[in-house]
């Protein structure tokens, strides 16, 4: 018996570490198209990267570039770059205040239409990131993904997915991460083309952005599948 629990187990860390589907496409295209089409769009986009700093500067303060640590590839930590959307109010005892306090109107303006994410074309051309892939989440997040859930980072994490264009926010942790697997098992080009055209659409009717109970979106606190895993049950 237990001989063959411990198959299942490695059978399950295998399968957490086959690399993402794709082919040559995946192997050695996307990653030079990634990085072609990131150094045109900040070409092209750096006007508008121009005012919409001297916008948060002048509303929000500094730091204009909000940082945060994530998980990329293979889980591989890195900085993630982002204009600023909240303020730094904080209570008496110096405690910051909840985000739908600190959220602005300019910052929800500036969620909606996503022009918050453009900092993130740098990460794109370092080879953090890619145009189309799962969202980089918290560090945090690391321990409570399930064996399946993990195979979100066999690839680089994208600008947008099949999560953003199939509900974004408001769609619960366990849809977007089936999603997010499920692009890792079937890239190709022409469904990246579809995503990138989709998400410019979703961005300018401004679907789903937001959850239906938060201001931003609730934290992920592990899902029942992979509260079983870890504890054996």
Do not use: C
Request: no cysteine.
């Amino acid at each position: 018996m237990e001989s063959r629990v411990k198959e299942e187990v490695l059978s399950s860390r295998e399968l957490t570490m086959l690399p993402a589907s794709g082919g040559i496409y995946n192997l050695y295209v996307k990653r030079g198209l990634d990085f072609l089409l990131a150094v045109l769009a900040i070409l092209l986009l750096s006007p508008v990267l121009l005012i919409v700093a001297v916008l948060v500067r002048t509303k929000l303060g500094s730091p204009i570039i909000f940082k945060q640590e994530r998980p990329g590839l293979n889980e591989k930590v890195f900085m993630l770059y982002k204009f600023r959307t909240m303020t730094d109010k904080r209570d008496v005892k110096g405690q910051l205040l909840p985000d739908e306090v600190r959220l602005t109107a300019f910052g929800k303006f500036l969620r909606s239409t996503s022009l918050d994410e453009l900092p993130e074309l740098w990460n794109i051309i370092r080879g953090d990131m890619s145009f189309v892939g799962p969202r980089p989440l918290l560090v945090q997040y690391l321990p409570l993904y399930n064996q399946r859930q993990k195979r979100r980072h066999t690839v680089r994490p994208g600008l947008s997915g099949l999560a953003q264009i199939s509900g974004r926010n408001a769609l619960s942790w366990e849809s977007k991460f089936e999603l997010d697997v499920t692009y890792t098992e079937r890239i190709n080009f022409m469904q990246d083309i579809q995503i990138i055209f989709l998400t410019i659409k979703k961005v300018l009717v401004r679907e789903g952005i937001n959850s239906e109970t938060s201001a931003t979106v609730e934290a992920f606190r592990g899902s029942e599948t992979g509260q079983n895993e870890r504890t054996g049950a």
